[in-house]
């Protein structure tokens, strides 16, 4: 059975910092790895989706990357802005499913 | 802008009532799915579907069933409601192929 792991789980930093975010998975048999952001009391928004034949994805001042092998993914966040407040979560899919993880809760202070 | 529109943002029902949610999507997807999220608990699976009329159980399917007839729309339903299902559900579809899960907007459902 899949499972996610987040770290940390919690964080909060000064504005502009570049920062990054880990995720650990047990069944290195996916296909892609999404990235998710959640808004307080909102739904989930997709941030970057890597297929299993890509290690890294860019957008804007995100950047993620997937070892399958080693059954991890960064999300690197560049000029951390208070925007970016949110909650973060990976998703690997398996089976056709996704199992999140707990995700980190990131705290850009002004 | 495609989409997954769940109808209802908060709801507030009685204890025993028979309640439905409901989310549509427009991307023509195969795979919709049906999570709660909690507090310290995550997102959990209750219910997915790859075909119409087809459904598989996730990790927490008791106390609900689900709905496929159409293609676009996958109905999870409360057949007695219970305060401990009180929660955020949200609605999720995805393709058969590697183009990732698109979530709706979540329902806030509150059991009194």
């Known amino acids: 059975k899949q499972e996610v792991t987040q770290i940390p789980a919690a964080l909060s930093v000064p504005e502009g910092e570049n920062l990054v975010l880990n995720c650990s998975f047990t069944?290195?048999?996916?296909?892609?790895l999404q990235w998710f952001r959640q808004d307080p009391g909102k739904g989930l928004t997709s941030l970057l989706l890597?297929?299993?034949?890509?290690r890294e994805q860019t957008s804007g001042r995100l950047n993620a990357s997937l070892d399958k092998s080693s059954g991890r993914s960064t999300l690197y966040i560049a000029a951390s802005q208070p925007g970016d407040s949110a909650t973060y979560l990976c998703a690997p899919p398996i089976d056709d499913k996704i199992i999140f993880g707990k995700g980190t809760r990131l705290h850009i202070l002004p | 802008d495609v989409k997954v529109t769940q109808s209802s943002r908060y709801l507030v029902k009685r204890t025993g009532e028979k309640v439905f949610l409901e989310c549509v999507q427009d991307m023509d997807h195969e795979n919709m799915f049906w999570y709660r999220q909690d507090p310290g608990l995550g997102l959990r699976l209750i219910y997915f579907s790859y075909d119409v009329k087809m459904k598989e159980k996730g990790d927490i399917p008791e106390g609900y069933s689900v709905s496929r007839e159409k293609k676009e729309r996958f109905s999870l339903i409360l057949e007695s409601a219970s305060t401990n299902q009180t929660s955020m559900y949200l609605c999720?579809?995805?393709?058969?192929?590697?183009?990732?899960?698109?979530f709706g907007s979540g329902t806030r459902l509150t059991v009194v």
């Open positions: 890597i297929q299993s034949s890509q």
């Open positions: 999720a579809s995805s393709s058969q192929g590697n183009d990732g899960y698109t």
């Open positions: 069944d290195s048999a996916i296909y892609n």
